[in-house]
């Protein structure tokens, strides 16, 4: 496992020029308005619809389970997509984000106002603060796979259990779980009382069972490839944001479909960048970096490399 990067600056005055010099590499990428992501979104949706018919149409086992297995990528995708969302960098239009975030989210108990605000923290405390909510305790080699395992519950009941932990000091936390829990069983029983009028029940269960194991393996396992064992404080918050998450080089379709998160880095140290102008970002970290003479951003060539990583 590579080692996390500690800087030595003791003294403040010192870092001024390279903060201010990664501040106006991206000045530009903050000043154009944000592309909409309307196309990815319409192609997840109909894989999600076309997975959704399909698995309720057909007959036969092997191709109904399928059909569930493409509904599981279409949501871990839309679940990204959703994490845009939080940040107002998917359509440009953050009311209209957030309502299609939670029509995407809720059926899923995915209690997507509660997780934008400690997300938020995240952003605000990553390396700098124990409190960080979506700190990864337990970073010894190997440990990551109970995560994975744990799967899509496993990471809403973190979610749950962060937000009870800091609403006293965030009390915004306790309207995000009311409006979170309304929705939620709403939605749910709506679903269920049109699966149980068909009596479609059993069905249901196991094809919910298939994405949340699908979809929550594959939310867990991004996690802990961005910020496994890079946990550390820096000198500055930005160089903190920037050392503290992980990239990994991927090509630009694919970085687009992942919602910019291979461009970890660039993201947290400026999370209202749009996803495609994320590896314009990184790369310009990394020249600015390199001037100043301070090591390259944690990166991964490839998703490959970075399992290899985890350990």
């Given at each position: ?6 800087l030595?600056?003791?003294?403040p ?22 592309p ?17 018919v ?30 845009e ?72 009941l973190?979610?749950l ?7 006293a ?10 409006l ?18 068909h ?14 194991r699908?979809?929550g393996?594959?939310?867990q396992?991004?996690?802990?490839i ?22 990994v ?12 998160l291979?461009h970890?880095?660039?993201h ?7 996803t ?17 003479g ?11 490399e ?6």
């Amino acid at each position: 496992m590579a080692a996390s990067v500690l800087l030595l600056m003791p003294d403040p005055d010192a870092l001024r020029p390279l903060i201010r010099d990664l501040h106006a590499a991206v000045v530009d990428l903050h000043a154009r308005p944000i592309p909409p992501a309307w196309g990815r979104l319409l192609v997840l949706l109909a894989l999600l619809a076309a997975g959704g018919v399909g698995f309720w149409q057909l007959q036969a086992w092997p191709p109904r389970l399928a059909a569930a297995l493409l509904v599981a990528l279409a949501e871990t995708l839309l679940l990204i997509a959703t994490h845009e969302a939080c940040h107002g960098t998917l359509l440009g239009r953050p009311r209209l984000e957030l309502a299609l975030a939670a029509l995407i989210s809720w059926p899923m108990a995915w209690p997507l106002f509660t997780y934008r605000l400690l997300h938020r923290l995240h952003h605000r405390w990553n390396g700098r603060d124990q409190r960080d909510p979506e700190r990864i305790h337990h970073q010894q080699s190997g440990c990551w796979r109970r995560l994975v395992l744990a799967g899509g519950a496993g990471l809403i009941l973190r979610t749950l259990q962060e937000a009870l932990r800091l609403q006293a000091q965030h009390p915004a936390l306790r309207r995000a779980l009311l409006l979170d829990g309304i929705g939620i069983v709403l939605v749910q029983a709506l679903i269920l009382l049109l699966v149980i009028q068909h009596g479609q029940l059993l069905a249901y269960a196991l094809s919910w069972l298939v994405v949340e194991r699908v979809a929550g393996a594959l939310l867990q396992l991004r996690g802990a490839i961005e910020h496994w064992q890079l946990w550390q404080p820096q000198p500055h918050p930005l160089l903190s944001q920037l050392y503290g998450s992980r990239t990994v080089a991927v090509p630009n379709w694919l970085n687009g479909w992942l919602g910019g998160l291979p461009h970890h880095s660039a993201h947290h140290a400026f999370p209202a960048i749009a996803t495609a102008r994320l590896p314009q970002a990184t790369a310009r970290f990394q020249a600015v970096l390199q001037t100043h003479g301070y090591p390259p951003l944690p990166c991964c060539q490839g998703y490959g490399e970075a399992l290899k990583q985890l350990g």
